[in-house]
């Protein structure tokens, strides 16, 4: 799904981040339960957009 490979790069900015020690272990956490919750909304959003397309309906 192409929303996650907008997020992925994301991820591993925010792994990197941590690895390096720019941030810490509770501000990874908190960042990537964050992160994953945008990717389940986007793909939610997705689904929704793609089922309305093929009933012939437009929801935004």
Known sequence: ???EI???P???DLMLS???D???VKEY???SKE???IGKMTGGWIKNQNNAEENGKKNL
């Open 22 to 24: 720019c941030i810490t």
């Open 1 to 3: 799904m192409s929303s």
């Open 10 to 12: 994301k991820l591993y």
């Open 6 to 8: 907008k997020i992925l």
């Open 29 to 31: 956490e908190y960042a």
């Open 35 to 37: 992160i994953d919750e």
């Open 18 to 20: 941590k690895d390096t």
